[in-house]
């Protein structure tokens, strides 16, 4: 069994074909790998109840994505676009601040004043959270989410190759999204919608929520080939205390926490280190990590190379991880966030 790993160890080929451009007509009807156990089953989404029991507990991630992409241009008339990472003051009198990932030709001086497609403005403030910080720090001039409804566009991820569009707003979101502040899609929970959820709540399987306002750094590729020295992104997560007790809940009965998505387990396992209070997380999961909540995960197919990709292999092993993306190429699954799921149960630790 492989205990040490480098960055090439969760590389593989995948067809272009294979990355899923557009939703499935319907939310429930993508295909479903379920690799628990060290199977290899090849299964619908619709059979997600029949795979669950009753007392198991569902956590989902309720964030909302923002349509966070804003056009437009620099006084000398050059085109840019700035990509929303996080609303740092929504409010009039807290001056309308965001931080985000800023693309144009030549970077602006602080001070600089942006004419932006719609009307409205946003003025260079510098870099952030600090000096030399990833991300640039801007004063729109109103309030943010109420500018990013209206002019925004649909964050679409970078390996997806057509402009937004409607079908993009109605499917890129979940149906119980909530909480706005993402720009990615909790995308493991796409594939539900209120019958699939009815269907599970009628088989006395519980369900619970957290927040994680997903980053755009989930798609920040990991250049170093020593994977301890890649740093990864923050985002704020939150978990509320009903979820900590309806955990508690389903392990007294002997039910199992059933994580939609990586974010989710992301969330769950930063809560037991940090506790119920909300806060940033950048924990990082790869093989040798000791899960402290989560017992099943479902999720979509990851990029390769990814700190996702890690996770996973962290979660279920990394030689099952490997056979079941070898196996889901060759049967032809669709994969990333438009693409098809899969059903993962955690590995036992090893003996002592």
């Given at each position: 069994?492989?205990?040490?790993?480098?960055?090439?160890?969760?590389?593989?080929?995948l067809?272009?074909?294979?990355?899923?451009?557009?939703?499935a007509?319907?939310?429930s009807?993508?295909?479903?790998?379920?690799?628990r156990?060290?199977?290899m089953?090849?299964?619908?989404?619709?059979d997600?109840?029949?795979?669950?029991?009753?007392?198991d507990?569902?956590?989902?991630?309720?964030?909302?994505?923002?349509k966070?992409?804003?056009?437009?241009h620099?006084a000398?008339?050059?085109?840019?676009?700035?990509?929303?990472e996080r609303?740092?003051?929504?409010?009039?009198?807290?001056?309308?601040?965001?931080?985000?990932?800023?693309?144009v030709?030549?970077?602006?001086?602080?001070?600089a004043?942006?004419?932006?497609?719609?009307?409205?403005?946003a003025?260079?403030?510098?870099?952030?959270?600090?000096?030399?910080?990833?991300?640039?720090r801007f004063r729109?001039?109103?309030?943010?989410?109420?500018?990013?409804?209206?002019?925004g566009?649909?964050?679409?991820?970078?390996?997806?190759?057509h402009?937004?569009?409607?079908?993009d707003?109605?499917?890129?979101?979940?149906?119980?999204?909530?909480?706005?502040?993402?720009v990615?899609?909790?995308?493991?929970?796409?594939?539900?919608?209120?019958?699939?959820?009815?269907?599970?709540?009628?088989?006395?399987?519980?369900?619970?929520?957290?927040?994680?306002?997903?980053?755009?750094g989930?798609?920040?590729?990991?250049?170093?080939?020593?994977?301890a020295?890649?740093?990864?992104?923050?985002?704020?997560?939150?978990?509320?205390q009903?979820t900590?007790?309806?955990?508690?809940?389903?392990?007294?009965?002997?039910?199992?926490?059933?994580?939609?998505?990586?974010?989710?387990?992301?969330?769950?396992?930063?809560?037991?280190?940090f506790?119920?209070?909300?806060?940033?997380?950048n924990?990082?999961?790869?093989p040798?990590y000791?899960?402290?909540?989560?017992?099943v995960?479902?999720t979509?197919?990851?990029?390769?190379?990814?700190?996702?990709?890690?996770?996973?292999?962290?979660?279920?092993?990394?030689?099952?991880?490997?056979?079941?993306?070898?196996?889901?190429?060759e049967?032809?699954y669709?994969?990333?966030?438009?693409?098809?799921?899969?059903?993962?149960?955690?590995?036992?630790?090893?003996?002592?």
């Open positions: 069994m492989k205990t040490t790993f480098s960055l090439s160890d969760f590389d593989f080929t067809p272009d074909e294979l990355i899923a451009q557009h939703p007509a319907e939310r009807a993508s295909r479903l790998l379920d690799g156990g060290g199977a089953t090849d299964r619908r989404f619709a997600l109840p029949d795979l669950l029991l009753p007392g507990l569902l956590v989902f991630n309720d964030t909302k994505v923002v966070a992409r804003l056009f437009g620099k000398s008339g050059g085109r840019l676009e700035l990509l929303i609303v740092l003051s929504p409010h009039a009198d807290a001056g309308h601040e965001v931080a985000a990932h800023m693309k030709s030549k970077k602006p001086l602080p001070g004043v942006l004419r932006m497609d719609g009307g409205f403005t003025t260079l403030l510098g870099r952030w959270p600090e000096a030399h910080g990833p991300l640039y729109l001039s109103s309030d943010p989410y109420a500018l990013m409804a209206e002019f566009h649909v964050p679409l991820p970078p390996y997806i190759t402009t937004d569009s409607l079908e707003e109605q499917r890129y979101q979940t149906v119980f999204a909530k909480n706005p502040g993402a990615a899609a909790p995308t493991a929970a796409l594939h539900f919608n209120e019958a699939m959820l009815a269907r599970l709540e009628a088989r006395g399987i519980a369900r619970a929520s957290v927040t994680l306002h997903v980053g755009a989930t798609f920040q590729p990991v250049k170093t080939e020593t994977i020295e890649h740093h990864m992104h923050f985002e704020r997560f939150d978990v509320p009903t900590h007790e309806a955990i508690a809940a389903c392990k007294a009965r002997g039910g199992r926490v059933v994580a939609v998505g990586t974010t989710t387990v992301r969330a769950l396992e930063s809560a037991a280190q506790g119920p209070a909300c806060c940033d997380t924990i990082f999961i790869t040798g000791e899960f402290k909540v989560v017992d995960l479902l979509n197919f990851h990029l390769p190379k990814s700190t996702l990709m890690m996770l996973v292999s962290a979660f279920s092993g990394y030689e099952h991880i490997m056979a079941l993306y070898r196996h889901a190429i049967a032809r669709r994969f990333f966030s438009y693409g098809d799921a899969m059903l993962l149960a955690r590995q036992a630790p090893p003996a002592l």
